[in-house]
């Protein structure tokens, strides 16, 4: 019996409007809707709206807008005037920012403490930041000394479902910053919050078709893509979709960053901080129900402390409050969607048959909508699937080591590459960890950090490019003369 | 019946407040074409001190706040500034001769060049920061940190934004500044004060006493307890030996930023070109971490 409970402190859904149905968002004005499918709020699988389907001509027409733009007013802003519409942006986002964050919660699912807290917040701050680099671009040393860094032209960018505001944040601020037009497609499953974002463009008055958004599923990205007009791909997913636009692009001159899968190794030493550790291993696997890329879903824990570390970690999941994603008070929310909730069932049953010991916490699930309980893997060997694949969910695969050699060949020992974390009070073996790790990103006694100045990518299979920081601006320039490219359509 | 405008009375600001000075002096202020604006407090020894005081207490804040925050402040005041825009146009106008037109121009640029600082804030280490591959095994990473307390001779002519100029790239790395206004022209600067009291800014990040430059600025360039200074508002300013000044400077070893000479003399650089990132490398210091790897 808990000693107490809590009272329900639900989040007024008040402050945001959703219509009935959505069109496209091109050349700074809504289409009418047509070809429509439902967006789900997967707490209860009510309908929220419905988004329209792009095809070919959409995707033409959004391609061509964004072109007009780029060769029109667009293209001949001076970098200050770029960064005050960037400003702009930044400033409305701050404004409205808990009717983003609702919104956000309701269509994605997640607690709206970390919409309200960090998705939207931090979207403003990646606007904010890339603002002020768009007239210092000559500072970033993006080219050799003397050469102007050019924008690509017209950028397609494809964005997941885990964190649908702040991927499109991370993908357009500095695509505007260094004057780039932009289409978009947000995920199938959580496509309003960019249907919202369309309309701070036009609160800001941003030039029509600088950016354009367009909803569908797999075939519009896959158009959008492939399409001939299109500089430069910007794509977060799947490894397995990442893979597909590498071989799509393949010998012509567009450009791709990607950002793509990962199992994070989240490595405790037995001298680390144990109840800090814990609390970050915790927030590096069930932030967001686990549906992270870079989570820490390996947890490689030394194993003279393995017993502690298990047993605190049960005694604090078991304080999770998982359910209703708009009170206050929830930790966990949501699965996305069915699917996902399909794939992290499978995949924890065949760790089960594998040999895995499954655990999670007595907690009452909700019964409408897409739930996971918070759930431990022990005993799990670094063949199981468990330990291999992507689970994106609120799953923690535990795993020992006896010395550091060990820890980093097993925290290696991986096709993905893009984050890591490492646990130990002594500095100088935290940084002969991060030396060894194949990862992008290296947390040291934290985990989950993000901030616009610090670039954020992969090694490996986890994809190429940076975003962040002044190496994210490099994907959105090319220094190649113009007279060699071809460019300047 | 005509209404009688209301007057503002044109005060310091020191510490996020607004008094007169203490030597109980002030000067009256005159347009281009010599028509009395108003009376002026004409700041003494002891308000410089005073500002000294209050820039110093605001230090820790302000250099501890994160790039971010100071980033935001600064947005911030660029968006007061603006609201403000009419207000400094007449100051500007009058004070400088300009067209309403001309000083419209003068007013835009202020603005956009505090937009200009406010990107910079967290833009700084990276530009200027640097990981150093040292032969050994240890993490070895340099990067920039305010410098302390800058005073600061605003330009003489321009008194906008020449003033925001000197002022942006001081506070834009976490320095607080004592500023010493243009003597002939300190109506924007006290306006100036007055939105930065209402931009978010702490209190004492910058403090800014109207007066004689020829008689406070010694003083400022003595003080022991400023690190930097910058001599801008040495030119046009009349009695003031700016090589004396960077004399005294040398009492404690303040970084100086030198005013630009031209055939021998100082001059007033033409605050509209692109500022670079002169103004914030010279009120910096680089601090260098050493750390070692292994197990």
Redesign the interface.
């Given at each position: 019996m808990p000693p107490f409970d809590y009272a329900p402190a639900p989040e007024s859904r008040s402050v945001v409007t959703i219509s009935p149905t959505y069109g496209f968002f091109i050349d700074g004005a809504f289409t009418r809707p047509k070809a429509t499918f439902a967006t789900l709020n997967p707490a209860d699988e009510s309908v929220l709206a419905e988004v329209s389907q792009a095809g070919p001509k959409d995707v033409d027409a959004a391609v061509a807008a964004a072109r007009r733009a780029f060769q029109g007013e667009w293209g001949r802003l001076s970098g200050?005037e770029r960064?005050?519409y960037l400003?702009r942006i930044a400033r409305i986002l701050q404004e409205r920012s808990r009717e983003f964050a609702v919104l956000e919660t309701l269509d994605n699912g997640k607690p709206i403490k970390e919409t309200r807290d960090f998705d939207v917040p931090t979207a403003a701050?990646h606007f904010?930041?890339h603002?002020?680099?768009?007239?210092?671009l000559e500072?970033?040393?993006l080219s050799a000394p003397g050469a102007a860094a050019r924008p690509h032209g017209v950028v397609a960018q494809v964005i997941p479902w885990n964190f649908p505001l702040l991927m499109l944040a991370w993908k357009i601020a500095p695509a505007l910053a260094t004057g780039n037009t932009v289409v978009l497609k947000p995920a199938e499953s959580t496509p309003l919050s960019a249907l919202l974002f369309a309309e701070v463009c036009q609160q800001a008055e941003l030039p029509p078709g600088v950016v354009n958004i367009i909803t569908g599923d797999g075939r519009t990205g896959q158009a959008l893509v492939e399409h001939p007009d299109v500089d430069k791909i910007a794509f977060t997913g799947s490894t397995e979709v990442g893979k597909t636009i590498a071989r799509a692009i393949a010998g012509t001159a567009k450009k791709a960053t990607l950002e793509l899968g990962g199992k994070a190794a989240n490595v405790v030493f037995d001298d680390a901080p144990i109840d800090q550790a814990v609390e970050g291993i915790v927030g590096g696997i069930f932030f967001n129900q686990g549906q992270v890329c870079c989570a820490g879903s390996r947890l490689l824990v030394q194993e003279n402390v393995h017993d502690e570390v298990v047993a605190k970690l049960k005694r604090r999941l078991a304080t999770l409050r998982v359910g209703d994603p708009m009170d206050k008070n929830t930790d966990l929310g949501a699965i996305n969607s069915r699917e996902q909730l399909d794939r992290i069932t499978t995949l924890v049953e065949a760790g089960v048959a594998e040999g895995a010991e499954r655990w999670s916490p007595a907690c009452t699930l909700p019964t409408k909508g897409y739930w996971y309980p918070p759930t431990l893997l022990t005993g799990v060997a670094q063949t199981h699937r468990v330990a291999t694949e992507e689970i994106f969910g609120p799953v923690l695969s535990v795993l020992t080591f006896r010395t550091?050699q060990e820890a980093v060949a097993k925290a290696n020992n991986t096709a993905y590459g893009l984050s890591a974390g490492v646990w130990t009070e002594k500095?100088?073996?935290i940084?002969?960890m991060a030396?060894q790790l194949r990862a992008g990103v290296v947390w040291a006694n934290t985990f989950n950090r993000f901030d616009?100045?610090s670039p954020f990518g992969g090694y490996k299979e986890s994809g190429y490019g940076r975003e962040g920081?002044?190496h994210g601006l490099e994907a959105y320039v090319t220094t190649t003369p113009a007279t060699l490219t071809g460019a300047t359509r | 019946m005509t209404r009688l405008d209301v007057r503002k009375t044109y005060k310091l600001y020191i510490g996020g407040a607004f008094p007169r000075s203490e030597s109980g002096r002030s000067y009256a202020v005159q347009s281009a074409s010599g028509e009395f604006l108003a009376n002026a407090s004409m700041g003494s020894r002891k308000d410089v001190r005073d500002a000294v005081v209050a820039a110093r207490g605001a230090f820790g804040g302000w250099a501890g706040a994160t790039?971010?925050n100071r980033?935001?402040v600064l947005?911030r005041v660029a968006e007061v500034l603006e609201g403000r825009r009419a207000q400094f146009i007449d100051e500007v106008a009058a004070g400088e001769g300009l067209t309403a037109r001309a000083a419209a121009t003068v007013v835009d640029a202020a603005v956009?060049r505090v937009?200009?600082y406010?990107?910079?804030?967290?833009?700084i280490a990276?530009?200027l920061g640097s990981l150093n591959p040292v032969a050994g095994?240890y993490?070895n990473v340099s990067a920039p940190e305010p410098t302390g307390v800058v005073g600061v001779l605003a330009p003489q002519a321009s008194s906008l934004l020449g003033l925001v100029s000197v002022v942006a790239p001081v506070i834009a790395s976490g320095n607080t500044a004592v500023v010493v206004s243009s003597a002939l022209r300190p109506l924007p600067a006290v306006t100036l004060g007055e939105v930065l009291a209402t931009s978010d800014l702490p209190g004492g990040v910058v403090n800014i006493v109207t007066a004689q430059t020829a008689e406070v600025a010694p003083w400022l360039a003595a003080h022991r307890d400023v690190n930097a200074i910058d001599l801008a508002g040495v030119a046009g300013a009349e009695g003031v030996d700016w090589a004396g000044l960077e004399a005294e400077a040398a009492g404690n070893l303040k970084r100086v930023m030198r005013p630009r000479i031209e055939g021998g003399v100082p001059v007033e650089p033409d605050w509209t070109a692109a500022p670079g990132?002169e103004r914030i490398r010279a009120f910096v210091e680089t601090k260098t971490v050493w750390?070692?790897?292994?197990?």
């Amino acid at each position: 019996m808990p000693p107490f409970d809590y009272a329900p402190a639900p989040e007024s859904r008040s402050v945001v409007t959703i219509s009935p149905t959505y069109g496209f968002f091109i050349d700074g004005a809504f289409t009418r809707p047509k070809a429509t499918f439902a967006t789900l709020n997967p707490a209860d699988e009510s309908v929220l709206a419905e988004v329209s389907q792009a095809g070919p001509k959409d995707v033409d027409a959004a391609v061509a807008a964004a072109r007009r733009a780029f060769q029109g007013e667009w293209g001949r802003l001076s970098g200050a005037e770029r960064g005050k519409y960037l400003f702009r942006i930044a400033r409305i986002l701050q404004e409205r920012s808990r009717e983003f964050a609702v919104l956000e919660t309701l269509d994605n699912g997640k607690p709206i403490k970390e919409t309200r807290d960090f998705d939207v917040p931090t979207a403003a701050a990646h606007f904010f930041y890339h603002a002020g680099w768009a007239d210092k671009l000559e500072y970033a040393a993006l080219s050799a000394p003397g050469a102007a860094a050019r924008p690509h032209g017209v950028v397609a960018q494809v964005i997941p479902w885990n964190f649908p505001l702040l991927m499109l944040a991370w993908k357009i601020a500095p695509a505007l910053a260094t004057g780039n037009t932009v289409v978009l497609k947000p995920a199938e499953s959580t496509p309003l919050s960019a249907l919202l974002f369309a309309e701070v463009c036009q609160q800001a008055e941003l030039p029509p078709g600088v950016v354009n958004i367009i909803t569908g599923d797999g075939r519009t990205g896959q158009a959008l893509v492939e399409h001939p007009d299109v500089d430069k791909i910007a794509f977060t997913g799947s490894t397995e979709v990442g893979k597909t636009i590498a071989r799509a692009i393949a010998g012509t001159a567009k450009k791709a960053t990607l950002e793509l899968g990962g199992k994070a190794a989240n490595v405790v030493f037995d001298d680390a901080p144990i109840d800090q550790a814990v609390e970050g291993i915790v927030g590096g696997i069930f932030f967001n129900q686990g549906q992270v890329c870079c989570a820490g879903s390996r947890l490689l824990v030394q194993e003279n402390v393995h017993d502690e570390v298990v047993a605190k970690l049960k005694r604090r999941l078991a304080t999770l409050r998982v359910g209703d994603p708009m009170d206050k008070n929830t930790d966990l929310g949501a699965i996305n969607s069915r699917e996902q909730l399909d794939r992290i069932t499978t995949l924890v049953e065949a760790g089960v048959a594998e040999g895995a010991e499954r655990w999670s916490p007595a907690c009452t699930l909700p019964t409408k909508g897409y739930w996971y309980p918070p759930t431990l893997l022990t005993g799990v060997a670094q063949t199981h699937r468990v330990a291999t694949e992507e689970i994106f969910g609120p799953v923690l695969s535990v795993l020992t080591f006896r010395t550091p050699q060990e820890a980093v060949a097993k925290a290696n020992n991986t096709a993905y590459g893009l984050s890591a974390g490492v646990w130990t009070e002594k500095g100088s073996r935290i940084l002969w960890m991060a030396d060894q790790l194949r990862a992008g990103v290296v947390w040291a006694n934290t985990f989950n950090r993000f901030d616009p100045t610090s670039p954020f990518g992969g090694y490996k299979e986890s994809g190429y490019g940076r975003e962040g920081g002044r190496h994210g601006l490099e994907a959105y320039v090319t220094t190649t003369p113009a007279t060699l490219t071809g460019a300047t359509r | 019946m005509t209404r009688l405008d209301v007057r503002k009375t044109y005060k310091l600001y020191i510490g996020g407040a607004f008094p007169r000075s203490e030597s109980g002096r002030s000067y009256a202020v005159q347009s281009a074409s010599g028509e009395f604006l108003a009376n002026a407090s004409m700041g003494s020894r002891k308000d410089v001190r005073d500002a000294v005081v209050a820039a110093r207490g605001a230090f820790g804040g302000w250099a501890g706040a994160t790039p971010y925050n100071r980033g935001q402040v600064l947005y911030r005041v660029a968006e007061v500034l603006e609201g403000r825009r009419a207000q400094f146009i007449d100051e500007v106008a009058a004070g400088e001769g300009l067209t309403a037109r001309a000083a419209a121009t003068v007013v835009d640029a202020a603005v956009d060049r505090v937009v200009w600082y406010a990107g910079w804030t967290d833009k700084i280490a990276q530009v200027l920061g640097s990981l150093n591959p040292v032969a050994g095994p240890y993490f070895n990473v340099s990067a920039p940190e305010p410098t302390g307390v800058v005073g600061v001779l605003a330009p003489q002519a321009s008194s906008l934004l020449g003033l925001v100029s000197v002022v942006a790239p001081v506070i834009a790395s976490g320095n607080t500044a004592v500023v010493v206004s243009s003597a002939l022209r300190p109506l924007p600067a006290v306006t100036l004060g007055e939105v930065l009291a209402t931009s978010d800014l702490p209190g004492g990040v910058v403090n800014i006493v109207t007066a004689q430059t020829a008689e406070v600025a010694p003083w400022l360039a003595a003080h022991r307890d400023v690190n930097a200074i910058d001599l801008a508002g040495v030119a046009g300013a009349e009695g003031v030996d700016w090589a004396g000044l960077e004399a005294e400077a040398a009492g404690n070893l303040k970084r100086v930023m030198r005013p630009r000479i031209e055939g021998g003399v100082p001059v007033e650089p033409d605050w509209t070109a692109a500022p670079g990132l002169e103004r914030i490398r010279a009120f910096v210091e680089t601090k260098t971490v050493w750390h070692p790897k292994g197990l």
